[in-house]
């Protein structure tokens, strides 16, 4: 029997003895990768598709477990527990961040086996990856603090991220002069970017550019998550 | 971090402590002090505030009034408090996921003790508690009961100064109260408080040294339980289960009548010192074929209350 003493190690271990879940979670990222990698579909969609992807998984899955454990009353016994809210949701949505990861490195593998060339993408993509991972958590857990509903909750996540998706570039070129401006301050641009690259297509950025744009919206993430911890666990 | 001012140490002392919620409902200046070793009750019908109070104790809520300290601190964030604090809320919620014995692990651990400890004082409280047995089963595949009975262990395990109960015995049987009674009388003799919010009237009676009755969020009487329980010494509670309703007035406006309420189809009514049953049969004269039975017995807290509010607590009259 697996036993965990600390936040983190706590929710690794409910993940791994979700078994069913735990297969979903990794084949359903392939299901939808594995076609866009191995055909020659253009890598505009394939990039397009996968920074959906990868911010739909962050945001979702925090969102309604925060909303049940909300309404089982987990959340009032989380409060009561001798770990600041900042630190508490910290380690708790970088852990899910983690997982997420977790389901996302096959697709990762995927692409780096079909492009070994794009190497030097590699470093943006991973922490990319992660700064969207983890933005989505926070927007999941924020959303499950305006209903009851877990259902209502995914709404309240997927409404502001398409517009968001819209403004990082991800549909369309953005040929308002603004747009680009605009499109550097949201993490799913530097997803975009870093999958453009490892995918062999042609990025607006240079790996070290999106590098440090992955990395600056990672740490910004963690910062954000301690800010809300009051937020999330303690509204009423 | 606020001292303690008052020179007798207490564990927890509250002054002016209100929440208000929108729909009017909360708890409002309530004063409470606690000391070492002491076990207080708190009692009230549904919605008189007990939760809240609770839950404002235990640090699961914050205050929109008044002060409240935990050993001399004010932050109910510090974890130095909330280490201190083992807590029962109304709602048993676990991991359902994990096994029983996983979820207490992992509490026990949250609140400050390292593996062999732990091993140690959960291996005997799941033995106390009866879980040994389910142990390692699945929390989803708990009981109702089950599952207070593992947030009993998760709430002892640590050995804390204050432990704050909601309804401790709901869904425990008979034996399972009984060892939850003696248990919470040796953790008192070791200097921890105890908190109970319940309705349990013997319960009350048995451990409690104080109780602190709860109405409309108010605090409307405080006392020892003998003092409490003189207000209704030498009178006689009449249970009279009707087959359809009857008016309370005629019966209320009897002087051997202290309080009269109903409760689903049964009167409760308290009845003064030295006042005879049949006084009351004679009120119902030539409706007492409603009455299908009579009972006669000692006044418990739950007449008390009844007695200062006209209301009567649920299950009081088991």
């Known amino acids: ?236 | 971090m606020k001292a303690d001012t008052v020179s007798e140490p207490s564990l927890l002392a509250a002054s002016g402590l209100t929440r208000a919620y929108r729909e009017g409902k909360g708890v409002f200046d309530i004063k409470l002090r606690l000391a070492g070793g002491e076990v207080v009750g708190l009692m009230g019908p549904n919605g008189s505030g007990k939760t809240t109070l609770l839950r404002l104790l235990a640090t699961a809520a914050t205050p929109t009034g008044g002060q409240l300290t935990w050993f001399g601190n004010s932050n109910p964030r510090d974890p130095s408090v909330r280490r201190r604090l083992g807590i029962m809320l109304d709602q048993p919620a676990h991991f359902e996921q994990m096994t029983g014995y996983q979820n207490a692990w992992f509490f026990a651990h949250q609140f400050g003790l390292g593996d062999d400890l732990s091993r140690e004082r959960l291996d005997e409280l799941f033995r106390w508690s009866g879980l040994s047995e389910a142990r390692d089963q699945r929390v989803s595949e708990y009981s109702l009961g089950m599952k207070r009975r593992l947030n009993l262990v998760e709430a002892l395990v640590h050995r804390p100064s204050i432990l704050l109960l909601d309804e401790p015995t709901l869904a425990l049987d008979y034996r399972a109260e009984l060892d939850l009674i003696e248990r919470l009388q040796l953790l008192s003799l070791t200097g921890s408080a105890v908190v109970l919010a319940t309705n349990d009237v013997h319960l009350a009676e048995r451990l409690c040294d104080r109780v602190l009755f709860l109405h409309e969020g108010r605090v409307i009487r405080e006392g020892r339980v003998p003092e409490l329980l003189t207000e209704v010494a030498g009178a006689r509670e009449v249970q009279l289960q009707v087959n359809s309703p009857i008016g309370l007035e005629a019966l209320r406006s009897l002087p051997a009548v202290q309080a009269a309420n109903v409760e689903g189809d049964t009167v409760h009514i308290i009845l003064a010192r030295g006042a005879n049953p049949a006084q009351v049969l004679a009120v119902l004269n030539g409706t007492a074929d409603l009455v299908s039975t009579m009972r006669v017995r000692r006044p418990h807290l739950g007449d008390v209350f009844l007695k200062l509010t006209g209301v009567a607590l649920p299950s009081a009259h088991r």
């Open chain 1, 1 to 236: 029997m697996m036993l965990a003493g600390t936040i983190w190690q706590r929710e690794l271990v409910e993940f791994a003895q979700r078994r069913r879940a735990l297969i979903i979670k990794l084949v359903f990222p392939l299901l939808v990768a594995v076609p866009l990698v191995l055909s020659g579909a253009p890598t505009i969609y394939a990039a397009m598709a996968l920074t959906m992807l990868a911010a739909i998984v962050g945001a979702l899955g925090s969102g309604a477990v925060l909303t049940r454990e909300r309404q089982s009353g987990l959340t009032l016994r989380y409060r009561t527990l001798p770990v600041t809210p900042g630190r508490l949701l910290i380690e708790r949505l970088t852990t899910n961040g983690l997982i997420d990861f977790v389901q996302l490195v096959p697709v990762l593998l995927l692409i780096a086996v079909r492009h070994p060339s794009e190497f030097a993408w590699w470093p943006a993509l991973l922490l990319s990856m992660a700064a969207v991972l983890l933005i989505g958590n926070l927007t999941g857990a924020v959303a499950s603090t305006l209903s009851d509903s877990p259902g209502e909750v995914m709404l309240y996540v997927v409404i502001p991220l398409i517009p968001l998706l819209y403004l990082s570039g991800v549909f369309t070129p953005l040929e308002q002069p603004m747009l680009p401006v605009i499109s550097r301050l949201l993490p799913f641009s530097y997803l975009y970017q870093a999958l453009l690259g490892s995918l062999g297509g042609q990025p607006n950025l240079l790996p070290w550019e999106t590098v440090l744009g992955g990395f600056g919206f990672l740490v910004g993430a963690i910062g954000l998550t301690g800010w809300f911890g009051r937020r999330v666990l303690e509204s009423d």
